[in-house]
């Protein structure tokens, strides 16, 4: 995974793609490369499953027809309680919050909810 650091274009499949600042995007690994030479993009943490990842809000003051996980106006992911059980995280089986972020589009946010020790990340959240 690769966040995109300057505005570019490039050619996929015969069709000329715009590269949006803080995008993240999904590249091979050989077009990585160039372009990170070119310094038009960065490489970002991969996730893994094995990785602690910081809490996201449950959502307890949720109202009961508020069932869906969603980010607020400040960027904090919220899982209500009554959310389907793949989004509870803190059940076994349920989806990390990272899973969550990145099925809700909010990629740009993974980094707020991964381990302070863990990816280059040095800020501490209590």
């Not at 602690?52 to 106006?73: C, F, H, K, W």
């Not at 899982?79 to 989806?95: A, D, E, M």
């Amino acid at each position: 995974m690769y966040k995109v650091k300057c505005e570019f274009k490039v050619k996929v499949k015969g069709v000329v793609v715009s590269m949006v600042v803080g995008n993240v995007i999904d590249l091979p690994e050989a077009a990585a490369t160039m372009f990170i030479e070119q310094g038009k993009i960065e490489k970002v943490f991969e996730p893994v499953d094995d990785v602690s990842e910081r809490m996201a809000i449950q959502g307890e003051n949720t109202s009961p027809d508020e069932v869906l996980p969603y980010v607020t106006s400040f960027d904090s992911l919220v899982i209500p309680f009554n959310s389907p059980l793949r989004y509870q995280y803190w059940k076994k089986g349920g989806q990390s919050p990272c899973d969550t972020l990145k099925e809700l589009g909010r990629c740009d946010l993974l980094d707020k909810y991964r381990h302070p020790g863990l990816g280059g990340m040095d800020r501490v959240r209590n």
